[in-house]
């Protein structure tokens, strides 16, 4: 099980320090983000939740200390209404993070709050991650800091790889293909990657996704843990082959 090293903890600290004030940097280019974010609220009739926090720092890296036992680093997609909130500013906290904590917990013993490092392809917020698309088209300045941001969290997600040596759990598949959203940080993740073989692939936790995948493809009498395992790497192979030799 790997555990932080104090010298590990100085670099972690030092790369989540950076990751802060690339947010505020960000965030400083882009003065009217919150007012495109309320704007793409009313278009998408998503005015249920007030609207705080238009790029999201993930708190729960704060709660890391030296000797923490780190079992995964779990990537996901941006915040969303649960994530952007001021008493929250966490990542997946709402229905898929609650549906992502309790398999963590039920099925592989791992305590989803202090033992998997969770970042994302990009912390600008939108109710919905689809909603994206909406919001560059009501403010046209947001798309450098967007594409940026991904290659930033793709470079983020490898260096904690270095520090922490726990697999990646990759989930979100729809917006990596080339037109997708997330092409820029799959581009980012995938050039000179270090470690192929730590990369694991999943459906989203979202509309039970991941669940229904599961169970179909689990195979009779194989835990699940072996099955994540198998199912993650499958997918790996499918998403980032092996280079052609």
Same mark, same amino acid.
């Given at each position: 099980?790997?555990?932080? &090293? ?12 950076? $990751? ?22 009313? /278009? ?25 036992? /780190? ?7 941006? =915040? ?12 997946? @906290? ?9 398999? $963590?917990?039920? +099925?592989? #013993?791992? #305590?989803?709050? &202090? ?9 600008? +917020? ?51 293909q080339p037109r997708g959203l997330f092409s820029a940080w799959y581009e980012r993740f995938s050039t000179g990657m270090p470690a192929r073989e730590a990369i694991f692939v999943f459906k989203h936790f979202s509309m039970g996704s991941f669940a229904s995948d599961l169970k179909k493809r689990r195979l009779p ?7 994540? +395992? ?7 192979? @499918?998403?980032? =082959?092996?280079?052609?030799?």
């Amino acid at each position: 099980m790997p555990t932080l &090293s104090q010298t590990a903890f100085s670099r972690y600290q030092a790369a989540i320090r950076d $990751f802060s004030s690339r947010l505020a940097a960000w965030s400083q280019r882009l003065p009217q983000l919150g007012e495109a974010q309320r704007e793409l609220q009313n /278009i998408c009739e998503e005015t249920d939740y007030a609207l705080e926090t238009p790029i999201v720092y993930n708190g729960d890296l704060d709660r890391l200390r030296p000797g923490s036992n /780190i079992r995964w680093i779990l990537i996901a997609d941006n =915040p969303g209404k649960k994530e952007q909130l001021a008493e929250n500013r966490r990542y997946l @906290v709402g229905s898929s993070g609650k549906a992502a904590e309790n398999f $963590f917990r039920q +099925h592989l #013993d791992i #305590d989803f709050r &202090s033992e998997v490092l969770i970042i994302n392809k990009s912390p600008v +917020h939108t109710p919905k991650t689809s909603q994206l698309r909406r919001l560059l088209q009501i403010y046209p300045d947001l798309r450098a800091v967007f594409i940026e941001s991904q290659c930033y969290m793709a470079d983020f997600a490898w260096q904690l790889y270095s520090i922490a040596k726990a697999p990646i759990w990759l989930m979100g598949l729809s917006e990596l293909q080339p037109r997708g959203l997330f092409s820029a940080w799959y581009e980012r993740f995938s050039t000179g990657m270090p470690a192929r073989e730590a990369i694991f692939v999943f459906k989203h936790f979202s509309m039970g996704s991941f669940a229904s995948d599961l169970k179909k493809r689990r195979l009779p009498d194989e835990s699940v843990e072996d099955a994540v +395992h198998r199912i993650g790497t499958e997918n790996r192979l @499918v998403y980032f =082959p092996e280079p052609q030799l």
